[in-house]
């Protein structure tokens, strides 16, 4: 096997920025075909009113409540909410916990 070639102590030498030429301003994106090809799609709207939360869990964990999630045909994401909601109604903690989505429930593939 070569060895690689070691990497350049600096790449300043061989970058060049240029500022852009008056770049257009994306419109909000549509969801047509009216918008435009290149044109960066924007947050869907449950992003928007939600705060995004992380949970670490242990992978067998994980992967237990995915499986029960496929054998009831729900979402990983809803059972981890009803977690949630039963918790704070124990604790006395007011919601609402969930955000309301914007459109129709996706259907089922399958």
Do not use: C, F, I
Not at 21 to 44: D, F, N, S, T, W
Request: proline share 13%; aromatic share 4%.
């Amino acid at each position: 096997m070569s060895k690689r070639p070691s990497a350049p102590v600096s790449y300043a030498a061989s970058l060049a920025v240029e500022a852009p030429a008056a770049a257009p301003v994306p419109e909000p994106a549509g969801q047509g075909p009216e918008r435009a090809q290149g044109q960066v799609r924007g947050r869907r709207p449950l992003e928007n009113a939600a705060d995004p939360s992380v949970l670490y869990l242990h992978p067998t964990g994980k992967k237990s409540l995915r499986l029960y999630a496929v054998e009831r045909g729900v979402k990983v994401h809803d059972l981890l909410l009803e977690a949630v909601e039963a918790w704070a109604a124990d604790k006395g903690l007011a919601g609402p916990w969930r955000v309301p989505s914007a459109g129709p429930p996706r259907r089922h593939r399958g």
